[in-house]
């Protein structure tokens, strides 16, 4: 039913263009793989196996060919993470179905897409975090990790000291970094003493 | 019987039969003998001299304490000064009797008949209560299985089917309101407003799902499913709530993720009632492993009669669901410092880890049936 009425609004914007369905994943990833095509529209709720593993498949076999996800699931929950792992845009099945043609082009001419709501959303949470010093980004056990590591402690004594294991030490390391936007331990050191923090 | 004197034998039987007591008798003399006996079919009382030729009561009472604790032990004997008694009492005899005293053997040894009976009810009673405890146990988690599997169909039959039905509907009424003349206003109107009430109505269904069972738990999996929940109740609740996880894989495993979940929800909505925190603070990692989640609070902290309290339900039902998979929640607080909850479960002992989890509900179904069992069976 959603599937007909889709192609039947999309069919009056893109005249010329050719219609694939599929009703699971398998069937998707078969003609995606067989077939050439300029854009996959996706659900993530299927029977079978996931929206999210086809769209894993298509990342591994087709890096290029866009992937708009079309889902019931909430675009707070799900959105951002669909869009980390490749998708070009996520869209809820709320949204009008007008916009769903809007998106398809701007994916296809190499966009992403996000609803008008969450790219405010990110816009302002951006905005909030930048003001903020970067080690405020993180965790309490994160920002301890971060002033052992600056004072000159190697991952193993750290995790002699936090009694965890060095595995998750370096975890916790490889996140300081990533959220406080560094390369190396040396930075991070070089940081702490800027900021006193060690 | 232990008794070297066979006339003193059939005196304490004729004292025992006056009193219209119905038995048969062994006698035995030595050590030998009376190890025998007891090996066979345990008597239902022992009576004994205390000095004997080539034996000793004493050795008999620790002999009998130790084969057959259960069968009541009196001494029958000339003579035995009261400390010697008092001391054989000590060491598990029942009874003693003066054989000059003999008229008192009968009435000492329906006491001691009636005391074992009653001791044995007991212990029967103490058993059969035990075992219903583990019977309501068994069935309580059952319960709770049930429950969530029962959650989860719901959830995914109106997150799926009702929410399907209602995006075709919205996707029809959108292409026919696009064909309608321009002239006919109220038709276009009508329209506008059937596609926002069909709008609501997909909210209410999605916020209903969500209720019964995320499904960011399911696809996005556990890091995914908690880092929403925190931020759904920093929002909700004003209360900072911050994830942090060294994690390098994503756990998919369904009931790992269901146990973790509703744990950490459980925690937080303790939080809500009871701590008066103004920060949370979550961190999610591997040791040895298995996974440990910690929920650190800044509140009042909980204290120790709180946590032993056996009316909180909510605290009881987050250690049953954590050792059915055979984890365990420690929960400590300091005062006016905050409240620690540490639930740690073996992750390399589910096998059932790295297995995906779509595939056809049926399988799945009957998947985490077995694993149920055997979580229990484990205990």
Known sequence: ?198 | MVEDDASDAELIKHALRKDGLLFTVERVETSEDYLQALDQEPPDVILSDYALPTFDGYTALTLAQKMHPEVPFIFVTGTMGEEVAIETLKNGATDYVLKIRLARLAPAVHRALRETRERADRKRAVEQLRQSHEQLRALSVYLQHVREEERMRISRAVHDELGQALTGLKIDLSWLSGRLPRQLNALITKAREMSSHIDETIQTVRRISTELRPGILDHLGLVAAIEWQANEFQTRTGIECKVAHALNHTIMDENLNTVFFRIFQETLTNIIRHANASRVETDLYEEEGRLILEVRDNGRGITREQISNIKSIGLLGMRERAALLGGDVKISGTPKKGTKVTVSIPDAATPRANKRHHENSYSRRSRSGTTWFEANSRR
Do not use: C
């Not at chain 1, 998750?168 to 800027?194: D, V």
């Open chain 1, 1 to 198: 039913m959603v599937r007909h009425g889709l192609k039947q609004i999309l069919a009056d914007e893109f005249k010329k263009a050719v219609f694939g369905e599929a009703r699971n994943a398998q069937e998707a990833l078969a003609r995606i793989w067989k077939e050439a095509w300029d854009v996959v529209v996706l659900d993530i709720t299927m029977p079978g196996r996931s929206g999210l593993e086809v769209l894993r498949e298509i990342r591994k076999s087709s890096p290029k060919l866009p992937v708009l996800v079309l889902s019931m699931h909430p675009e707070n929950q799900f959105a951002v993470r669909v869009l980390k792992r490749g998708a070009s845009g996520y869209m809820t099945k709320e949204s009008a179905p007008e916009e769903l043609v809007g998106a398809i082009k701007k994916v296809l001419a190499g966009g992403r897409y996000v609803s008008t709501f969450l790219a405010e959303k990110l816009a302002s949470y951006l905005a909030t975090d930048t003001q903020k010093p970067p080690q405020e980004l993180l965790s309490d056990r994160e920002f301890q990790v971060l002033r052992l590591i600056a004072s000159g402690k190697i991952v193993s004594e750290i995790a002699k000291e936090l009694s965890l294991s060095v595995k998750t030490i370096s975890t916790y390391r490889t996140r300081i970094l990533e959220k406080m936007g560094m390369k190396n331990n040396a930075e991070l050191m070089h940081y702490a003493i800027q900021h006193q923090l060690a």
